[in-house]
């Protein structure tokens, strides 16, 4: 889980520093997340282990969708209404 999180940390910061025009690209080629997730995954990695199921991660990845999507149809649902009330009366 540590190494989940260091790797969402990596790509994190390289998403948030890469949006600054000019300094995020020079950001970019020096800080290079991608590698460094490998690097994690390389050191972390333990052939003699048996794999864990990902159960966990396809339930999580599953609520946070549904979750996502509800949250549109609620801002969905607020427009239309705020739209309705400005033209209806």
Not at 23 to 29: H, S, W
Not at 34 to 40: E, K
Not at 56 to 85: E, P
Request: glycine share 6%; proline share 3%; hydrophobic share 60%.
């Amino acid at each position: 889980m540590r190494v989940l999180a260091r790797m969402l940390l990596n790509i994190g910061v390289e998403a948030t520093v890469g949006a600054v025009p000019v300094l995020g690209d020079i950001f970019d080629a020096t800080w290079q997340a991608n590698m460094r997730n490998l690097r994690l995954v390389e050191s972390h990695y333990d052939a003699r282990l048996k794999p864990r199921p990902l159960r966990w991660i396809f339930w999580t990845f599953l609520v946070i969708i549904v979750g996502f999507l509800a949250l549109i149809g609620v801002l969905i649902a607020t427009v239309i209404r705020l739209v309705w009330a400005l033209f209806s009366g």
